[in-house]
């Protein structure tokens, strides 16, 4: 599989993109964890998991998406060069796992019930279509 990994600011007034970057394929995870300031990623093809270190650069009031210059996006186009399916584990980062020196990564488990802490009513993410959050 090969990527192409694009980052931007659309401006969703004027319709108008601005400060497109593209993200360079890391040499390693090691490489890639230790140059987080760099627009990197990686895709460990053992495992089939493409990670990327994301983080947003413009100033934002409160809780906005998006900062007064636009909203920043990133897009990623895979091209899957062979047939082959793979099943994911369920944990990419084992905590014996030497590569992993610099920084220690989790995947973060799905809610299955609301947060008690965090003001929200209803858990997002749902199957059901009939359910409706924006009024």
Known sequence: TTFKIVSDVNNRQTGKVHSVEH???????????????????YFDKKSGYLLIHLQANLARKGHSYCAKQG?????????????????CSSNPFPANDPKILAKHLSVSPRLSSPCSQCGASKVAITSDPSVRYVK
Do not use: G, M, W
């Open 23 to 41: 993200y360079t394929l890391a040499p390693s995870l090691q490489f890639l964890l230790e140059n987080t300031q760099k627009r990197l990623y």
């Open 71 to 87: 909203c920043e996006r990133v897009k990623i186009i895979a091209h899957k060069t062979s047939k082959d399916s793979r099943r």
